[in-house]
């Protein structure tokens, strides 16, 4: 295959509504006795997947391929591919896969052409590459400013996630774990019986008391592709569409998690009934648990509260009380250096002077202790820390909105 080296250089010069016909053509005509399939998928990235489908791509010698480079505090520099022509050894044999990328107005386009000599070859590996890309297995899917990108950092984050750190009063952990995977464990039995594959559940309640944590032990626990909404408005665009792309996709590759966190900011007023519209679309076998949370269920329109076909599961996490502020407060306790715990008989009166704080108060209880312990690092000390950051907290709660009553339950 002779392959003039400018070739994409010349093609990005055409005008923007040309360039990947320009492309196209230029490359069936070079291709003689070979397939040449194109790919108008801006969310594959063939070098983010490679080692998941098992293929080597290496840039094509000759020819420039444009890759940045981009840095996160936490995974340090990583590739961006750009417009580039890439050699992939995959199955035994090799596939020529070229990426041009473009802007039309405001929109970026990213499209892909697969060379090989037959067209099974061919498909085969764009399936594979499609369904890493849209079926994520070891990321999760993220969906914000109108664009997909896979997310291999909350995934991480939600295999750290364990039930023992859901603090919840009586056997409502159990039942939230036991609800889910009844359901997804029954798909067959929903089946057989004509009941509706579907579930939606929701998570209420003030923030800080373990609703993000119940949704990374569900996460986990689900083992599905999960999509994770962070907002649906786009900066050109329409909401509503995005609202339909996300419902379409979820579709698409169930059984899957939708996450729709902090769904009273995330459904403005304006794009409810396109959101409801699309929740009573999901068809009765698509296999969608949507997991939903809200720290104000108060402001959720009650067609979403209130009728059951939408969540039909819905458990409402309050204050904890006493008994479980104590088993969060020896949670943080047990897992100190042994120099730096308190002594157990310091927490009781921790867990009675702390009504009115949530869980993510009582970690930040434990933090502040702890950041004054390491300036002198004496043993036996923690205790004595703990109890003057309490009163730290509680006059800086003094000055806020009373809290409301310490109690959990499940509904």
Known sequence: MDIDPLLLERALASAPNAI????????????????????????????????????????RPGIHSQFGVLWSKKHGLSRRQGTSWLRVRWEGGEL??????????????????????????VHRFIAAISEAVHVPRRSVL???????????????????????????PGDLVRRISDDVGSFLGARDLYARYGVPYKRGVLLTG??????????????????????????????????DASIVAVMRRAREISPCL????????????????????????????????????????????????????????????E?????????YLHLWNDRLEADMKAPDDALPPLAEGSDGFSFAYLKE????????WVIDRRPGAMGALLASE????????????????????GE
């Open 142 to 168: 993220v969906y914000a400013g109108g664009c997909w990108s896979r997310d291999p950092q909350i995934y991480e984050a939600v295999q750290l996630a364990r039930w023992d750190d859901v603090v919840l």
């Open 390 to 409: 309490l009163e730290h907290l509680r006059a800086h709660k003094s000055s806020a909105t009373p809290a409301p009553s310490a109690k959990a339950k």
């Open 365 to 372: 209880l434990f933090l502040s202790a702890m950041a004054r």
């Open 319 to 327: 204050l904890p009380g006493v008994a479980e502020r104590l088993r």
């Open 206 to 239: 003030p923030p800080g008391n373990g609703k993000t944590l119940c949704v990374r032990a569900l996460m986990k626990e689900a083992g599905i592709p999960t999509l994770y909404v962070k907002s649906f408005e786009v900066r050109y665009g329409e909401t």
């Open 96 to 121: 020529d896969v070229i990426l041009a990328t473009w802007h039309v107005q405001f929109e970026e386009k990213r499209v892909h052409w697969i060379i090989g000599n037959d067209e099974g070859t």
């Open 20 to 59: 990947g016909y320009h492309i196209g053509r230029v490359l069936a005509e070079a291709a003689v006795g070979r397939v040449v399939v194109e790919v108008p998928d801006a969310e594959l990235d063939v070098i983010e997947v490679a080692n998941e489908c098992g293929y080597v791509a290496e840039p």
């Open 258 to 317: 939708l996450v729709l966190e902090d769904l009273d900011s995330l459904v403005k007023p304006e794009h409810l009934s396109v959101f409801l519209n699309e929740m009573d679309g999901i068809r009765a076998d698509t296999g969608i648990l949507t997991l939903a949370t809200s720290n104000h269920p108060e402001r959720l329109d009650p067609a979403l509260l209130e009728r059951p076909s939408r969540f039909d599961r819905k458990y409402h996490f």
